[in-house]
């Protein structure tokens, strides 16, 4: 901005850009003279911005082409990204799932855009996704991708993903659509927009028939009974993440909202809380920015006063910004910090441990006697309650004592195991075929396997895979 007389328009402009279309981030730069200058305000502030027209509603010809595609299919996914809860599209995705009866996955950006609880959903998919939402596309025979940008968490080696599907690719921002995958039906629209456009057509059609899948979701639920989500004891005794991660969804509930950060605590928090709702869950997704979870707790917090607030942090996240809990305590954001230690970096600890024989480097964070960072005495010192959890029995009374302090933040300091480890897994540019489930890597899927079948080499049990 170079004339103070337009800082209004920047302003408008800045977030009407931010809000539509694909929204996202705008910086508006104003030069240090410019700031101390004067001008006339009026509101509101007028914009004009001929170049910037996003397309919100879908094409007819592209919604009916969709329509029939879904309804020949026999093996269709509904995969859900992160644009369903920017458009605000939930009840619409619940409409139209329903409706046709087609199974749901939601990426780690759209947890909440469909409830876990929901017989449809297979949870989320990807790289610690779980079995039956990775089996879900690796043999569907359609994916119905809506707001969703084939990221490569999701995909894994792309020459391997979803190779029998063709692909309804349905986003506001062209860009995305057919860039990683080819695409049969391109619909370009805000995700509400195409949803209920889809819905409405199939509701209004007599030619095109729901489609006959009863085969195909009998072998996903066969799915989810043998393959529900689970951990195994650690190796030292020490609290197991996924167990304090299910107390704190159960004590808590799906109407609060939970933030994390980057790394295990992140997969496990997205792994073992219920999320019923959207926008309840908020990370940095593939921007992978450690230390997200405590500054946007306040900012949650602040946007949401009356929403109980819970960031779900690990020890090396922690460690780059708890300051900001001392302007938790001075501006009165009564946050709730769940600190998941396991005294290292555990990620880069998990792969160290499964791919790197065990040599470790770089990783450990704790000093074992000593609790040398002491969260606890940290956290009392800027002025928050602070707790700490060695045992099973302290974690749902630490947990009641947080929820119930509002006038301050509350950090819980829970110590666990430091090779507890985030399963299912599949290695960097692995095919999703190359699922690992508990300890072994083993391939999902034979080859000439087809949806109707049982998997052939998926092993019942964890004693049965060759250590």
């Known amino acids: 901005v170079t004339d103070p007389n337009k800082i209004p328009e920047a302003i408008a402009s800045a977030f009407h850009l931010a809000s539509t279309g694909r929204p996202g981030p705008v910086l508006v730069d104003i030069p240090k003279d410019i700031q101390n200058a004067t001008m006339e305000y009026t509101f509101p502030p007028k914009f004009y911005m001929p170049g910037y027209k996003p397309t919100t509603n879908p094409h ?22 992160g644009g369903v809860i920017k458009a605000d599209a939930h009840r619409e995705l619940l409409e139209f799932a329903e409706f046709t009866g087609i199974p749901v996955v939601t990426t780690l950006m759209a947890l909440g855009a469909f409830p876990d609880s929901h017989p449809q959903h297979m949870g989320m998919p990807g790289m610690h996704g779980t079995v039956p939402a990775v089996a879900a596309m690796q043999r569907a025979d359609l994916l119905i991708a809506i707001g969703a940008r084939f990221d490569d968490r999701v995909t894994g080696d792309v020459d391997t993903f979803a190779p029998y599907a063709q692909v309804i690719h349905a986003d506001v921002d062209p860009a995305e659509i057919g860039k990683i995958r080819e695409v049969a039906i391109p619909i370009v629209g805000d995700a509400r927009e195409v949803l209920l456009s889809l819905t409405k057509t199939y509701q209004n059609s007599t030619k095109y028939p729901k489609p006959e899948i009863n085969e195909w979701t009998g072998y996903l639920n066969d799915l989810q009974d043998r393959f529900p989500r689970g951990w195994e004891p650690t190796e030292d005794g020490k609290l197991n993440p ?31 809380i219920d999320f019923e709702n959207p926008r309840t869950w908020i990370n940095s997704g593939g921007a992978g920015t450690m230390g997200y979870a ?23 996240c922690f460690q780059m910004t708890n300051q900001e809990l001392t302007t938790a305590a001075l501006e009165g954001f009564p946050i709730k910090v769940a600190v998941i230690n396991n005294g290292n970096l555990g990620m880069v600890r998990q792969w160290q441990t499964l791919f790197y024989e065990r040599n ?3 990783t450990k964070l704790r000093d074992e006697g000593n609790y040398i960072p002491d969260f606890v005495k940290l956290s009392d010192a800027m002025g928050c309650e602070s ?5 099973e029995e302290e974690i749902v009374p630490a947990i009641q004592r947080a929820r119930e302090i509002n006038d301050r933040p509350v950090v819980i300091d829970f110590i666990v195991g430091e090779d507890a480890q985030v399963w299912p897994m599949i290695s960097g540019g692995a095919s999703n075929e190359e699922i690992q489930y508990a300890v072994g890597l083993r391939p999902l899927f034979d080859e000439n396997e087809s949806a109707a079948e049982e998997p052939a080499t998926i092993h019942e049990t964890v004693e049965e895979i060759e250590d």
């Not at 007819?60 to 990204?81: C, D, F, H, W």
């Open 60 to 81: 007819n010809r592209q919604i009916s082409a969709a329509v029939k595609m879904i309804s020949e299919a026999t093996r269709p996914v509904l995969y859900v990204g």
């Open 242 to 272: 996924q167990l304090i991660l299910e107390h704190l969804s159960r004590e808590i509930g799906p109407e609060a909202i939970y933030v994390a950060g980057v790394g295990q605590h992140q997969m496990w928090a997205a792994q073992f």
């Open 294 to 316: 405590v500054p946007a707790a306040l900012g949650a917090k602040a946007g949401m006063p009356e929403k109980e607030v819970w960031a779900i942090d690990g020890d090396g």
């Open 360 to 362: 470790y480097s770089n």
């Open 387 to 391: 707790i700490r959890v060695t045992t």
